[in-house]
């Protein structure tokens, strides 16, 4: 199969990229001009150079695929220019959504994220759940908008969707918050610990990027969704695993929720003040984040798509050692 792949340069998009290329799949890949391209490159994909707002360049790297495969996010919990996150996730996701159409490609898949569920009422979440009435970061707003719209283009026109949704990843090289997360745990950057008992999704990024290209091979699944999640676990369990495996000595101190809510209202306005991200990732979107907490079933991707989840400790492991190194 012929694969476009978004957002391929990127943490998970790149190992879908490996993935597909070992597949054996032909894959082409919108880039940025200034993306390094070099990991993906070695795959042998062709580079198409573009952007998710340039729809001629989206129209011809999609020219003659099976498949659309839409990785590219706005994903941080604070950004010095907030306008990103609508720039991407909803009218970028649009672009893509609207050209893969015009090009007749068979099968999309969408990558959306678990943390556009909020706090629903029902727990256990699962992909028949409906979503909480409040997202708490400008991130999953913005995520949920852009997903609300492909939907409507496959109710209307009759896009080939699917949508995967991870939780948050786990894997050797993440630059995001989950990998500052472990990093200042492990090298004694945080002076104390928030949230122990709020659970999260966690999964390893290549379940996630073996979800996604499982997705994309299956017959006959548009207009499913899947949670790719291995298992919910509180930020304390989370803490002793990373500890445990590290030999880092957790914080003595536990902030308060209030506390640490207030705090990240402080940091959040010094950053928009000095246009720097705040100390420790406090914003006051990942921290409304993290409080909320979520418990995701991942159970249909297991099912359908044949998944075997890697365990959260031996990811956490891996992305110990890539640290070491």
């Known amino acids: 199969m012929k694969a476009f792949v978004t957002g391929g340069t990127g943490f998970i998009g790149s190992e879908v990229v490996?993935?597909?290329?070992?597949?054996?799949?032909?894959?082409?890949?919108?880039?940025?001009?200034?993306?390094?391209?070099?990991?993906i490159e070695a795959t042998g994909a062709h580079l198409v150079r573009g952007d998710l707002k340039d729809r001629p360049s989206l129209l011809e790297g999609m020219k003659g695929c099976d498949w659309a495969v839409n990785v590219a996010a706005a994903y941080s919990f604070w950004a010095p220019d907030p306008r990103i996150y609508r720039e991407v996730n909803v009218d970028g996701a649009r672009n893509v959504m609207?050209?893969?159409?015009?090009?007749g490609v068979s099968k999309v898949v969408h990558v959306g994220t678990a943390v556009t569920y909020g706090r629903p009422a029902q727990t256990p979440v699962t992909e028949e759940t409906p979503a909480g009435p409040v997202?708490?970061?400008e991130y999953a707003r913005t995520k949920h908008e852009g997903e609300i719209i492909?939907?409507?283009?496959?109710?209307?026109?009759?896009?080939?969707?699917?949508?995967?949704m991870p939780g948050g990843v786990f894997g050797p090289g993440d630059p995001k918050a989950t990998g500052h997360y472990i990093q200042d745990l492990v090298q004694g950057r945080m002076p104390a610990t928030v949230f122990e008992n709020s659970p999260f999704p966690w999964v390893y990024v290549g379940d996630v990027a073996e979800g996604i290209v499982r997705a994309a091979g299956k017959e006959g699944n548009a207009g499913e969704r899947y949670f790719l999640v291995a298992e919910s676990l509180t930020f304390g369990q989370i803490n002793r695993m990373i500890s445990e495996i590290s030999?880092?000595?957790?914080?003595?101190?536990?902030?308060?929720?209030?506390?640490?809510?207030?705090?990240?209202?402080?940091?959040?306005?010094?950053?928009?003040?000095t246009?720097?991200?705040?100390?420790?990732g406090m914003s006051l979107?990942?921290?409304?984040?993290?409080?909320?907490?979520?418990?995701v079933d991942g159970s249909k991707a297991a099912r359908e798509l044949g998944i075997r989840y890697t365990p959260v400790r031996a990811?956490?492991?891996?992305?110990?050692?890539?640290?070491r190194r």
Request: one cysteine or more; a positive charge; hydrophobic letters at 45%.
């Open 285 to 295: 979107d990942q921290i409304r984040t993290m409080k909320e907490g979520l418990v």
């Open 98 to 103: 609207e050209c893969a159409l015009e090009a």
């Open 150 to 164: 492909a939907w409507r283009l496959r109710e209307t026109r009759g896009l080939p969707l699917v949508v995967v």
């Open 135 to 137: 997202r708490f970061s």
């Open 315 to 323: 990811a956490i492991a891996e992305e110990i050692q890539s640290l």
């Open 18 to 39: 490996r993935r597909l290329a070992k597949g054996g799949h032909e894959v082409r890949c919108l880039v940025r001009p200034a993306s390094d391209t070099r990991r």
């Open 275 to 280: 246009g720097r991200p705040p100390m420790l």
């Open 247 to 273: 030999g880092a000595r957790l914080p003595r101190m536990r902030l308060p929720d209030g506390l640490t809510l207030a705090g990240a209202h402080l940091l959040t306005a010094v950053a928009r003040l």
